[in-house]
Nanobody, 125 residues
Framework: QEQLVESGGGLVQPGGSLRLSCAAS????????MGWFRQAPGKEKEREFL??????????YYSGSVKGRFTISRDNVVNTVYLQMNGLKPDDTAVYYC????????????????WGQGTRVTVSS
C-alpha cells in the first residue's frame, strides 16, 4: 500500500529552524515529483502550496511566502523528501503535508495523487 509519512514537526521559537521529512513506502519516489503544502489553523479547507521538486531533484519551485527561507530536497536512495525551514515565523504555524504527483511538479493540490497524514509545526515564543 502506497504511503507517505511526514515527521519532524514540533514547537519552535520565532527565527528558529526545523527539518521536515517525508518517507515513502509501498512505492518508489523515483518517478514522482513531490510537493509540500500546509494548512493553517482556521483554514482547514485551504492547502497552501509551499514548494515542489521534480523527480530527479534538480529543479525546484517555491511559493513567494517561503522562497529564500525554505528548501526542498530529496534523496531517492532512501525514498525520502525533505523540507528545511529557516527563519520561521508565527504565521508558519500549520500542519505540513507532503504529496506525490506522477505529473510534472505543480503548485496545484489536485495534481497530487498521494498525501501524507501531516505533521504539525507551531512557531511561538
Amino acid at each position: 500500500q502506497e504511503q507517505l509519512v511526514e515527521s519532524g514537526g514540533g514547537l519552535v521559537q520565532p527565527g528558529g529552524s526545523l527539518r521536515l521529512s517525508c518517507a515513502a513506502s509501498g512505492f518508489t519516489l523515483d518517478y514522482y515529483s513531490m510537493g509540500w503544502f500546509r494548512q493553517a489553523p482556521g483554514k482547514e479547507k485551504e492547502r497552501e502550496f509551499l514548494a515542489a521538486i521534480n523527480s530527479g531533484g534538480d529543479d525546484t519551485y517555491y511559493s513567494g511566502s517561503v522562497k529564500g527561507r525554505f528548501t526542498i530536497s530529496r534523496d531517492n536512495v532512501v525514498n525520502t523528501v525533505y523540507l528545511q525551514m529557516n527563519g520561521l515565523k508565527p504565521d508558519d504555524t500549520a500542519v505540513y503535508y507532503c504529496a506525490a504527483s506522477g505529473r510534472h511538479y505543480s503548485s496545484y493540490a489536485d495534481h497530487y495523487t498521494y498525501w501524507g497524514q501531516g505533521t504539525r509545526v507551531t512557531v511561538s515564543s
